[in-house]
């Protein structure tokens, strides 16, 4: 069995049975003003400095640094799984992740694909956090003790975290397969392939890239009343395909729908879908060079941003 259908058997297992998880009769959103399959945003002008902030205080800085490390992506296709909701909001909240990775240009499986994403409405998100800790330590990776109970103690209401590892720059091998079983206790079970090797020699290039191979993301269904299923989706794509900051370190734009859950207590406004800006983000993400530092690639991000936003007004 693959490792990401192995993920999916694990979390219906061990999230089945507890209080903390929805039932769907109790996740209740408003109908969307739009259809699931259109991308409506709103444009906004901006500074060359306001966009450099926009991408420095959205994406997490990665370990190292920004000299050092690597802004992290999916290397393949998203494949997007939304658990705790009714049958048709699943499918709205599926259907509109999935458009809003075309619309930035990203690749997205075919349906039926096996999931790489997941997005799990739970009561309390620290408490299932902490059930997953103990049941299913596996699906964190390699994110530390210490970060797990960050992630846990965070506030919520959304809890997010990504398994990344690193793959080889040339032939996008994984240092370390993730083809492995989820055990109930944290037992090493890893398979290592052959250490990664490179022909590169360039003090620019480097022989690795960091590689998002899953993305976890809870949201409590508290905070979700009264939202759009287009809302959630929007969010809960910017959150899981990038990964970001939690907003408790630096505050994300109030034109972003990553201030969904902060606008609120700012002027009780909150974005209503995702904003053009939060789409040339991660457009600018995923075709910017991924075997370069976090800086290089940002300064790549930036010029795209100046391209599409000056494009886009000429039209």
Same mark, same amino acid.
């Given at each position: 069995?693959?490792?990401?259908?192995?993920?999916?058997?694990?979390?219906?297992?061990?999230?089945?049975?507890?209080?903390?998880?929805?039932?769907?009769?109790?996740?209740?959103?408003?109908?969307?003003?739009?259809?699931?399959?259109?991308?409506?945003?709103?444009?906004?002008?901006?500074?060359?400095?306001?966009?450099?902030?926009?991408?420095?205080?959205?994406?997490?800085?990665?370990?190292?640094?920004?000299?050092?490390?690597?802004?992290?992506?999916?290397?393949?296709?998203?494949?997007?799984?939304?658990?705790?909701?009714?049958?048709?909001?699943?499918?709205?909240?599926?259907?509109?992740?999935?458009?809003?990775?075309?619309?930035?240009?990203?690749?997205?499986?075919?349906?039926?694909?096996?999931?790489?994403?997941?997005?799990?409405?739970?009561?309390?998100?620290?408490?299932?956090?902490?059930?997953?800790?103990?049941?299913?330590?596996?699906?964190?990776?390699?994110?530390?003790?210490?970060?797990?109970?960050?992630?846990?103690?965070?506030?919520?209401?959304?809890?997010?975290?990504?398994?990344?590892?690193?793959?080889?720059?040339?032939?996008?091998?994984?240092?370390?397969?993730?083809?492995?079983?989820?055990?109930?206790?944290?037992?090493?079970?890893?398979?290592?392939?052959?250490?990664?090797?490179?022909?590169?020699?360039?003090?620019?290039?480097?022989?690795?890239?960091? $590689?998002?191979?899953? &993305?976890? +993301?809870? @949201?409590?269904?508290? *905070?979700? #009343? !009264?939202?759009?299923?287009?809302?959630?989706?929007?969010?809960?794509?910017?959150?899981?395909?990038?990964?970001?900051?939690?907003?408790?370190?630096?505050? $994300?734009?109030?034109? &972003?729908? +990553?201030? @969904?859950?902060?606008? *609120?207590? #700012? !002027?009780?406004?909150?974005?209503?879908?995702?904003?053009?800006?939060?789409?040339?983000?991660?457009?600018?993400?995923?075709?910017?060079?991924?075997?370069?530092?976090?800086?290089?690639?940002?300064?790549?991000?930036?010029?795209?941003?100046?391209?599409?936003?000056?494009?886009?007004?000429?039209?």
């Amino acid at each position: 069995m693959p490792f990401n259908r192995k993920i999916l058997a694990a979390m219906s297992i061990t999230l089945a049975g507890m209080a903390f998880l929805p039932t769907s009769s109790n996740a209740t959103f408003t109908d969307p003003n739009a259809t699931s399959d259109d991308i409506v945003v709103t444009g906004n002008k901006v500074t060359k400095e306001e966009i450099s902030a926009f991408v420095r205080t959205t994406i997490s800085t990665p370990k190292g640094g920004r000299h050092k490390g690597q802004y992290a992506r999916f290397q393949g296709a998203v494949c997007p799984k939304v658990v705790g909701l009714s049958e048709e909001n699943i499918k709205q909240v599926e259907r509109r992740m999935r458009g809003v990775a075309l619309a930035a240009d990203m690749q997205v499986a075919a349906e039926g694909c096996a999931p790489n994403v997941y997005v799990m409405v739970v009561a309390d998100g620290n408490e299932a956090i902490s059930m997953l800790r103990k049941k299913r330590s596996r699906l964190f990776g390699d994110i530390s003790h210490y970060e797990r109970e960050r992630i846990a103690k965070s506030g919520g209401p959304a809890y997010a975290w990504k398994r990344i590892q690193a793959s080889s720059a040339e032939s996008g091998v994984l240092q370390n397969s993730d083809d492995v079983s989820i055990l109930p206790v944290d037992t090493p079970a890893k398979t290592y392939v052959p250490t990664l090797t490179s022909n590169v020699k360039s003090r620019i290039k480097r022989t690795v890239t960091q $590689a998002m191979t899953h &993305s976890f +993301l809870l @949201l409590e269904k508290g *905070a979700l #009343v !009264d939202l759009t299923t287009i809302q959630i989706a929007d969010y809960a794509a910017m959150r899981s395909y990038m990964d970001t900051r939690d907003g408790k370190t630096a505050k $994300a734009p109030a034109y &972003s729908i +990553l201030s @969904l859950f902060d606008a *609120a207590a #700012v !002027d009780g406004k909150m974005p209503v879908s995702i904003s053009e800006l939060d789409l040339v983000l991660l457009s600018s993400l995923y075709h910017s060079p991924a075997d370069v530092s976090a800086a290089m690639q940002s300064s790549a991000m930036i010029n795209r941003f100046e391209k599409e936003l000056n494009s886009n007004q000429e039209d």
